[in-house]
Each structure stands twice: as C-alpha cells, then as structure tokens.
Nanobody, 122 residues
C-alpha cells in the first residue's frame, strides 16, 4: 500500500526529499505521516499532513528544516529535508490512515511503508 523512497547518504547541511507513494484506495479523507527510528531508539514522529486541507504538524526537532507536502493526483506524500544534521540519521517510515487522528501517535495509522534509510555524515 505504501512505498517509501528517497533515502541515502548526505553530508551535514545537505538536503534530501523522501517520497511515499500510496497504491490502491486513495487516502483523500485521512492522514499521512512520517516517523523515524534511529538505532537503539524508539520510533518517533517527524511530520504529519491531513489530505483534505493540507493541515500539517511537525516535531519540534525538525520545525523550520523539514516540510511535508502532498500531491493528491499522484497519491503521494513528500518530506523535504533541509539543513540535515547527523542526529537526523534514521530509518524513515511513512504511515497512513483513511481516518482522522492525532498525527504524532503511531496508533493513529493503519498502514506503514517499508522504511528508507537516511544517513547524515558530519
């Protein structure tokens, strides 16, 4: 249902754009989010967006650096990551639900992508 891509190795201060393509039924009335999990740490919320209206929310650690957006026609959500830091290194997961819910809670989401690795070197 969800296919994440766009991860890679980048130097600190660089940028990457992650994509999450949804197949099947469109999530036009729900919520999509990005989470990340660093080695030895719990999965944490990064950003979320409501398909209808495009309302967004971000973790404090990425505000002003990351931007979540959506392309309804392509049923795809993006995460533009700028000014990357070594502490942004993690596997990034996209998640989706057809329903409304709290962006930052993992239990909000019914579908998860396979994850894409982002490595930021210092």
């Amino acid at each position: 249902q969800l296919q994440a891509s766009g991860g890679g190795l980048v130097q600190a201060g660089g940028s990457l754009r992650l994509s999450c393509a949804a197949s099947g039924r469109t999530f036009d009335s729900g919520v999509m989010g990005w989470f990340r999990q660093a080695p030895g740490k719990e999965r944490e919320f990064v950003a979320g967006i409501r398909w209808s209206g495009g309302i967004t929310d971000y973790a404090d650690s990425v505000k002003g650096r990351f931007t979540i957006s959506r392309d309804n026609a392509k049923n795809t959500v993006y995460l533009q990551m700028n000014s990357l830091k070594p502490e942004d290194t993690a596997v990034y997961y996209c998640a989706a639900t057809y329903y409304s819910g709290t962006y930052y809670r993992t239990l909000t989401y019914d579908y998860w992508g396979q994850g894409t690795l982002v490595t930021v070197s210092s």
